[in-house]
């Protein structure tokens, strides 16, 4: 699970940066990556923040109750 979160902070620090450089450049009216659009910044940004949300979705649903972290009981 640590790898997990670890992918999360990564994609969502990715994500941010990605936002921002979308934000300044579309201010300055510079087009650096030489791209159809200056939008795919933003576009890709939103999908690597996305995955973020995903994740930490994924990994908080999993051991919400400790079932991870226990062994299995026998049944009765």
Same mark, same amino acid.
């Given at each position: 699970?640590?790898?997990?979160?670890?992918?999360?902070?990564?994609? @969502?620090?990715? !994500?941010?940066? %990605?936002?921002?450089?979308?934000?300044?450049?579309?201010?300055?009216?510079?087009?650096?990556?030489?791209? %159809?659009?200056?939008?795919?910044?933003? /576009?890709? !940004?939103?999908?690597? %923040? %996305?995955? @973020?949300?995903?994740?930490?979705? @994924?990994?908080?649903?999993?051991?919400?109750?400790?079932?991870?972290?226990? /062994? /299995?009981?026998?049944? /009765?």
């Amino acid at each position: 699970m640590k790898i997990l979160k670890v992918v999360g902070w990564t994609s @969502a620090a990715i !994500g941010t940066i %990605l936002i921002i450089m979308g934000s300044i450049f579309q201010v300055f009216g510079m087009n650096p990556f030489h791209t %159809l659009h200056n939008i795919s910044n933003f /576009e890709a !940004g939103s999908s690597f %923040l %996305l995955l @973020a949300i995903a994740i930490f979705i @994924a990994t908080k649903n999993c051991c919400q109750d400790g079932c991870c972290c226990k /062994e /299995e009981k026998p049944k /009765e």
